[in-house]
């Protein structure tokens, strides 16, 4: 069985840094392109940063560039390190693996449970 398990989500004050992480199980994700995605209450799902396999590419939307770094490990884990927290990032944070590195939801076959992010002013 595919799980994608994420962690590191919490309360932060603005301005402040999280490190999300996703581990993958029952799936080795050689081959699948990763992403995060973030969906804030009452709002779609939204697209936040993908990298390719085997890292060498990276996407981030308008939002995160700059402030949020995409990294992936050898094995089986990605990373989203987010610096310079802004209340508007507030949501639950959702990590995907797809064979396509896209920025669509749509391209990812694999999604976690979520973890969520609260941001403070």
């Known amino acids: 069985q595919v799980q994608l398990v994420e962690s590191g989500g919490g309360l932060v004050q603005a301005g402040g840094s999280l490190r999300l992480s996703c581990a993958a199980s029952?799936?080795?994700?050689?081959?699948?392109?990763m992403a995060w995605f973030r969906q804030a209450p009452g709002k779609e799902r939204e697209f936040v940063a993908a990298i390719s396999w085997p890292g060498n590419s990276r996407y981030y939307a308008d939002s995160a560039k700059g402030r949020f770094t995409i990294s992936r490990t050898n094995g089986n884990t990605v990373y989203l390190q987010m610096n310079s927290l802004k209340p508007e990032d507030t949501a639950v944070y959702y990590c995907?693996?797809?064979?396509?590195?896209?920025?669509?939801?749509?391209?990812?076959?694999?999604w976690g449970q979520g973890t969520q992010v609260t941001v403070s002013s």
């Open positions: 995907a693996a797809g064979p396509y590195f896209a920025r669509t939801t749509r391209q990812y076959d694999y």
């Open positions: 029952g799936l080795s994700l050689s081959n699948y392109a």
